[in-house]
């Protein structure tokens, strides 16, 4: 990393590894982190860097080094490569990653068992991920697809798997993987909030009466969560009264402030409520009859936000029409592809995102807008200002890229070891695991370290490719340029030479590699990105 | 939603913010300029970008025109439209911002009252309200084709606690020594299930306390299992049930309660064999003449239907009450029973489709012989 430097008018300035401050005109300036009173400009990334983290962002792999060498000759080809990834065929399977990352949905466990399905032990990852992912597909199958990112809520089909078809009421449409499928037990079309997908992960008790699924669909749909609201207990009855309980929520003040939307939302979503949530039967298909109980059961009348719903059948397109949908759709993903939460300092950015989403209704307009903004594109080490300069690679990142590089692929027992925490390295490996874990780790810890480690050597030792002599040094360099998008200096590849050649006297040609290749994908520009 | 930092926080050098444009605000926002007024050039706060979004979140669930409760809020105090908030803007700033005294249970982000502060002097007034309400739906059923439909349903016969009970315990007719492995009508909970040496399948976990003798009859079966016989169907047991009733003094009472998914594929009983899903409660007397009522709803084969506070008696075997039968997309029908006719007017979503008739009575004498706690001693 190169660090931070002095403009010629004071200001401390981040810079990139290999960018002069360069031309500063434009760029947005928040005060110094070091000095309140001068202004820091930020960097932007060099064309190359830019590349890759678009890549990664938006495949999930690396760059080739053609694109590399492109764009290094030419930076305004920057942006015809960010249109031709977000066409990319490895662009849904980014995008699911990157829903994982908020949607929370592929945990490692849900109320029911794989057993109870009769499925071998074989099964038991795929059973898991198959239910978590059903919602994100079909996300990302609107998103690929640049249908109105309304249909989220509001079409009446789903996708689905071999193995979601085989256990669920669904008649799914013929083709390998995940294809267009309906349910067939009756519930209206909802988009992904009449999935099941959505409703094993948010799941509610008899009594919760759904109250912890609406909550969780204004924290997704509408970025409200009601969880950060302040509430206070002091003249609440015990909680293990439930009709004292029900009583305040309908009278104390303080329960009032969530209940008086919560309940009248929640109780639209009682075709998804069991009679025992540790039951298949009861979980896996819809129960119509149901839709009418829980008006009766909270007495409440079902309504968004004070507007009378008939239903589920009504919930998608309230939510649709919200403004607030609008705005959660922009601010999702500049959080997701800025790394950092944002608050009210970025109002009229956000707005603009919104209002680019508006003007043509699908998200690759907000991810457009997004990887335009001068943020998404600014260098730097650690944070500027609220700016994360540079973000720490992920385990989704780094099985896919490292994948795509090696093909090499980190399983066992069938196990996505990127991808749980059943018996994998994904919470260690600084992911999401949607429980106890909801935002990725922004700083290297000691598991993650390990777990890049391993990642390294693995590959090294795969790739080995056969060469000697100079081809060594060839190569070396080059895999340096493709994993890290920064041309390596002479004096840092003849370190690297010197140590491959060290190792594979003291060893073999194998572990040379392994060693080389290790240290390239050690490297912070590697894991940073 | 106000663009507040989620659950985990990101530690930010608040050094690097700009200073307050104005006293009266916390936000800054970094590229933009104070008007002079208060009000920050760059930030287009209107009713569809924020004002809308705001009220929507934290008033008009009270406040709102349509609000079916309003909690106490006065009646032509609402916030749907801005013209609405303009009309009170002063008493919105009064109660929202200078004394917090609402929302009810308080709760709004500072960052977001600074906002609304801002959104009320500067941005009030000039938006476009949205489009109108959707369409209502219209039914695809005549008020016959509704009443037919009804009938099909109960045709196949009202859900009954007892009938529940005696098919689970039948399904124990398979078990062997070591499959489920026990004497009783209980369940262990393995969840891959036993097989017996006849081809029977037990799975799952299932309790059963069950008390017949004479005059008195109650049980009280708790599921989450199914039972798959010698030829492979299927007994589907998901939720509880609970019965109680007792003959005294030649009057049998009775009381029950069923929620969940149960029956059995293979099962002579129609409605059972069907596996519905259902949750009602049921009640009676039987006596010097008798009583009933019965109140849910069951669904199978993706047709629903919805008694609301039925009830028959002896002087009233027709019936009276609300039935309702779920349409295709998800509206219901509603039969509005003229009481002991068994016929009444049909509605949909607020418009009258003629009257029919069902055969409440044959259903109501088909649960009455199936709702005693068995035979007067």
Redesign the interface.
């Known amino acids: 990393m190169a660090g931070y430097g002095r403009a010629s008018d004071g200001a401390c300035v981040a810079l990139a590894a290999d960018e002069p401050p360069g031309d500063t005109s434009g760029m ?6 070091n000095d ?1 009173d001068a202004p ?1 400009v930020l960097t932007p990334l060099s064309a190359p860097r830019l590349l890759r983290r678009i890549s990664l962002d938006l495949r999930g792999v690396l760059p080739e080094l053609a694109e590399l060498d492109a764009v290094e000759a030419d930076p305004s080809l920057v942006d015809t490569y960010r249109e031709q990834y977000l066409y990319d065929a490895r662009f849904s399977e980014r995008f699911v990653q990157l829903l994982e990352e908020r949607f929370h949905t592929t945990v490692d466990e849900y109320l029911v ?1 794989y ?2 399905y ?1 499925l071998d032990d074989t099964d038991e990852y795929r059973w898991e991920r198959s239910i978590g992912e059903e919602p994100l597909r079909l996300m990302a199958w609107i998103a690929d697809n640049d249908l109105p990112w309304t249909d989220i809520v509001t079409v009446d089909y789903t996708l689905a798997d071999d193995m979601l078809a085989s256990i669920w009421p669904i008649e799914r449409e013929d083709g390998e993987g995940w294809q267009v499928a309906r349910y ?3 519930r ?1 079309g909802a988009g992904i909030l009449a999935t099941n997908g959505l409703w094993f992960r948010y799941y509610t008790t008899v009594a919760n009466k759904n109250r912890a699924r609406a909550a969780a669909l204004s924290r997704l749909m ?4 009601y ?5 206070s207990f002091a003249s609440a009855p015990s909680l293990a009264d439930e009709g004292a309980t029900e009583e305040a929520l ?1 009278t ?7 209940h ?2 919560l309940d ?1 939302l929640a109780a639209t979503l009682f075709g998804f409520w069991t ?2 949530e ?2 298949r ?2 979980l896996d ?1 819809y ?7 829980g008006e009766e059961l909270m007495d ?2 079902m ?1 968004w ?4 719903l ?5 919930l998608g ?1 309230a939510v649709a ?4 949908f609008a ?2 759709t922009a ?1 999702t993903w500049a959080e997701l592809l800025w790394r ?9 950015t ?2 603009g995102f ?1 209002q680019d989403y508006l003007a043509d209704g699908t998200v690759r307009a907000v991810l457009r807008a997004v990887t335009d903004s001068e943020e998404y594109r600014a260098a730097g080490d650690g ?4 700016v994360i300069g540079r973000r720490q690679i992920t385990p989704a990142l780094m099985s896919s890229s490292l994948g795509e590089l090696s093909g090499l692929a980190w399983t066992w027992d069938g196990y996505d070891q990127m991808d749980n925490d059943s018996w994998g390295y994904r919470q260690l490996g600084g992911g999401v695991d949607g429980v106890s874990v ?2 990725v780790q ?1 700083t290297p810890s000691l598991t993650w370290l390990l777990v890049v480690r391993r990642w390294g050597f693995a590959v090294g030792q795969t790739m080995a490719p056969d060469l000697s002599g100079e081809e060594v040094r060839t190569k070396l360099a080059e895999l340096a340029w493709r994993l890290h998008a920064v041309r390596i200096d002479d004096e840092e590849l003849d370190r690297l030479v010197g140590l491959f050649e060290a190792v594979e006297a003291a060893s073999d040609e194998a572990t040379a590699w392994g060693t080389a290749i290790t240290v390239l994908v050690r490297d912070p520009e590697f894991v940073s990105y | ?13 608040t ?4 200073a307050p444009l104005d006293s009266s605000s916390e ?6 300029s104070d008007t002079g007024d208060g009000c920050v050039d ?3 706060l209107s009713w ?2 924020f004002g ?2 705001f009220f ?2 934290w008033c ?10 309003r ?1 106490g809020a006065p009646p032509g105090v609402d916030f ?1 439209t801005e013209a609405q908030v303009e009309t009170w803007v002063a008493a919105i700033r009064r109660t929202v911002i200078d004394d917090a005294t609402m ?5 709004v ?1 500072d ?2 009252l ?2 609304l502060d801002e959104y009320l002097r500067c941005g009030l007034g000039g938006g476009e309200e ?2 109108g309400s ?1 369409s209502s ?1 219209k039914a695809a059923l005549t008020a016959d084709e509704v009443g037919a439909t009804i009938d099909t349903l109960f045709a196949l016969g009202l859900p009954d606690a007892t009938t529940v009970v005696e098919t689970y315990m039948s399904m124990f007719r398979g078990r062997d020594s070591s499959c489920p492995g026990n004497d009783g009508y209980s369940l262990p909970g393995n ?3 036993c097989q017996t040496a006849g081809g029977w399948i037990y ?2 976990v299932a309790g059963l306390d069950y008390l017949g003798s004479g005059s008195e009859l109650s049980f009280d079966l ?3 299992c ?1 039972i798959s016989d010698d030829d492979g169907a299927m007994w ?1 047991g ?3 049930v609970e019965y109680n009733g007792t003959w005294a003094d030649g009057e049998a009472t009775w009381e029950t309660e069923l ?3 149960f029956g059995y594929e293979a099962s002579s009983t129609a409605w059972i064999a069907e596996v ?4 009602f409660s049921s009640a009676g007397r039987y006596g010097d003449g008798w009583e009933m009522s019965w109140s849910g ?3 199978s084969d ?1 047709e ?3 008694l609301d506070q039925v009830s028959w008696t002896s002087t009233c075997p027709a019936g009276e009450g609300r039935v ?1 039968l ?1 349409g295709e ?4 029908y509603v039969v509005d029973l003229d009481a002991c006719t068994g016929c009444g007017s049909v509605s949909f ?1 607020g418009s009258q489709l003629g009257t029919t008739c069902v055969e409440l009575a044959a259903a109501g004498a088909d649960l009455l012989a199936r709702s005693l706690p068995g035979d007067e001693p």
Request: glycine letters at 8%.
């Open positions: 947005v300036e928040t005060a110094s982190p309140t820091v068992f057993e109870e009769r067939t037990d009756g209206p509408l970025c409200e969560d969880l950060n609201r302040p509430v309908k104390d003040p303080y329960c009032l402030g969530c008086s939307s009248p009679a025992n540790y039951n039967h009861e298909s129960h119509p009859e149901r839709e009418l109980l409440v009348e309504s936000y004070g507007e009378p008939a239903g589920l059948q009504e397109a029409s919200d403004e607030r705005w959660c601010e950092r939460t944002v608050d009210n300092d970025d109002w009229s956000i707005d919104r944070e500027v200002g609220r909801t935002t922004s | 939603m106000f663009l507040l930092a989620c659950s985990t926080p990101v530690p930010v050098d050094s690097a913010v700009v936000v800054a926002d970094s590229a933009v760059a930030r287009d569809e970008s809308h979004g929507r979140t008009t669930s009270c406040h709102g025109e349509a609000a079916a409760d909690n749907d929302p009810k249970g308080g709760g982000y960052e977001d600074a906002l949205a489009g959707p739906p969840f891959r299930g799975a799952g708790w599921a989450d199914w589907i998901a939720g509880d929620a969940g998914t519905p899903s259902m949750v709803s069951f669904s993706n629903a239907v919805y309702l779920r997309d998800a509206y219901w979503e």
